[in-house]
């Protein structure tokens, strides 16, 4: 089983360090606060979009779901996660 995470982790990582520096925090605490905000929306209906999923779509080559596109119109993070991804591809 290979780890597909190891792939889609550097993107992630760079999506996020846009966004961090928007902010003016560090990356940490970015990420820490990304985790927690994904974790907290753990609720029916409100499923955060995974780092994988996110990067999938930022890329554009990714099936988005009608759940996801449900969850775009309403989850700031999942938008700017995948604003940050999109602006850190300079091509
Ligand atoms: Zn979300």
Redesign the pocket.
């Known amino acids: 089983m290979a780890d597909k995470s190891t792939d889609a982790k550097p993107m992630f990582l760079q999506g996020a360090e846009i966004l961090a520096r928007k902010r003016g925090i560090s990356i940490e605490a970015f990420l820490a606060d990304y985790e927690r905000?994904?974790h907290n929306?753990k609720v029916p209906g409100?499923?955060?979009?995974d780092s994988e999923e996110i990067v999938m779509l930022a890329a554009g080559t990714g099936k988005m779901s009608v759940q996801s596109g449900l969850?775009?119109h309403e989850?700031d993070?999942?938008n700017a996660a995948i604003e940050a991804m999109k602006n850190s591809r300079t091509k």
């Open positions: 905000s994904i929306s409100n499923d955060c979009l969850h775009l989850c993070s999942c």
